[in-house]
């Protein structure tokens, strides 16, 4: 799979410390695992060179624990996605122009994605994880093709990312991220399509994009295994 962004100056996301901060202050969570992996464990490991930076996101437990308990884990997943988006609401001009719940647009994890974050969630075992990620602050052209070591981002890690660095993302003048670790699957007869988000001028938007639709803004955020 090929991605382009189309910001050519390069911006870079906060210090790792303070992302982890942001997430535990918004949803009132421990960030003391988070800060002892990057003081122990983070100096010894080695930023793939297509990232961007190391990024926070929540972990699989957080984003369960802001559901109901008697409801799959595809609804789970809605209803955590969900709070991430009300925290964007409270913190920056954010606009979800999904239209309707995307549980009845059919919005898919795929696999990959939920078994590399389970991979590590069982290393890390905090609240707030740390994965080495790539959405764009660095411009130019990038280039992901899916991997052992690589796996396309969901709503919900993009989400997480977007809320840590607004400060750094209200200097794009456009950048658009493609959250490949989801898929919208509508009803028979509709187009197949990929849930985004689109940074301008300090305005957050998330949107379908329907599949054969193309843009040339448009990239796609993943992320590799720490």
Same mark, same amino acid.
């Given at each position: 799979?090929?991605?382009?962004?189309?910001?050519?100056?390069?911006?870079?996301?906060?210090?790792? +410390? !303070?992302?982890?901060?942001?997430?535990?202050?918004?949803? @009132?969570?421990?960030?003391?695992?988070?800060?002892?992996?990057?003081?122990? !464990?983070?100096?010894?490991?080695?930023?793939? @060179?297509?990232?961007?930076?190391?990024?926070?996101?929540?972990?699989?437990?957080?984003? &369960?624990?802001?559901?109901?308990?008697?409801?799959?884990?595809?609804? #789970?997943?809605?209803?955590?996605?969900?709070?991430?988006?009300?925290?964007?609401?409270?913190?920056? /001009?954010?606009?979800?122009?999904?239209?309707? %719940?995307?549980?009845? #647009? #059919?919005?898919?994890?795929? /696999?990959?994605?939920?078994?590399?974050?389970?991979?590590?969630?069982?290393?890390?075992? *905090?609240?707030?994880?740390?994965?080495?990620?790539?959405?764009?602050?660095?411009? *130019?052209? /990038?280039?992901?093709? /899916?991997?052992?070591? @690589?796996? *396309?981002?969901?709503?919900? +890690?993009?989400?997480?990312?977007?809320?840590?660095?607004?400060?750094?993302?209200?200097?794009? +003048?456009?950048?658009?991220? &493609?959250?490949?670790?989801? !898929?919208?699957?509508?009803?028979?007869?509709?187009?197949?399509?990929? %849930?985004?988000?689109?940074?301008?001028?300090?305005?957050?938007?998330?949107?379908?994009?329907?599949?054969?639709? $193309?843009?040339? @803004?448009?990239?796609?955020?993943? $992320?590799?295994?720490?």
């Amino acid at each position: 799979m090929k991605s382009r962004h189309s910001n050519h100056q390069k911006r870079g996301p906060r210090p790792i +410390e !303070e992302q982890v901060q942001t997430l535990a202050a918004a949803f @009132s969570l421990s960030a003391d695992r988070a800060l002892t992996f990057i003081a122990t !464990e983070l100096p010894q490991l080695t930023l793939p @060179s297509d990232a961007d930076r190391w990024f926070a996101i929540l972990s699989p437990t957080t984003l &369960e624990r802001a559901s109901p308990t008697r409801c799959d884990a595809d609804r #789970r997943y809605y209803e955590g996605l969900y709070l991430i988006f009300q925290r964007l609401t409270q913190s920056c /001009s954010f606009t979800n122009n999904a239209l309707i %719940p995307l549980y009845k #647009r #059919r919005l898919f994890q795929r /696999s990959e994605t939920i078994a590399a974050i389970d991979q590590v969630a069982q290393r890390q075992k *905090g609240d707030i994880l740390i994965i080495p990620a790539n959405i764009g602050f660095g411009g *130019g052209t /990038s280039l992901w093709r /899916s991997g052992d070591k @690589s796996f *396309g981002l969901r709503s919900s +890690e993009v989400a997480c990312i977007i809320l840590s660095n607004l400060e750094s993302l209200r200097k794009f +003048e456009n950048l658009e991220i &493609e959250c490949a670790g989801d !898929e919208v699957n509508p009803e028979c007869g509709s187009v197949k399509g990929v %849930p985004c988000f689109r940074c301008k001028k300090g305005m957050i938007t998330y949107y379908v994009n329907e599949l054969g639709c $193309g843009r040339n @803004s448009l990239g796609t955020g993943y $992320g590799f295994f720490p």
